[in-house]
């Protein structure tokens, strides 16, 4: 692998580290239906403010969302909503290895 194969690998391996936690592809996945404020993630996910923040940060930070600052409430949107089109993929990972887990059984 050169250094710049492994540059691109590990920026993609950073992004796909962000969307690996439940919350998160959660809130990504709820803004692939249009923008959002903090405090729906925050009544919607029942956690705290200062939770629902760093996961918002490590999306941000990744470069997956953006904020916009609107009086005292901040509103994110995805930078780039292909970003999550990626899990049919992922959704068909499931399904075979669940049709392959159910023939060992039957």
Known sequence: MTPMEKERYTARARILKALAHPTR?????????GECCVCEFVDAVDADFSTISKHLAVLREA???????????VYYRLRVPCV???????????VTDARCRNALIA
């Open 25 to 33: 592809l959660w809130i990504a996945e709820r803004l692939a239906d």
């Open 63 to 73: 470069g997956i969302i953006t904020g916009e600052k609107r009086g005292k409430q």
């Open 84 to 94: 999550l089109n990626f899990m049919d993929c992922v959704e068909a990972v499931l």
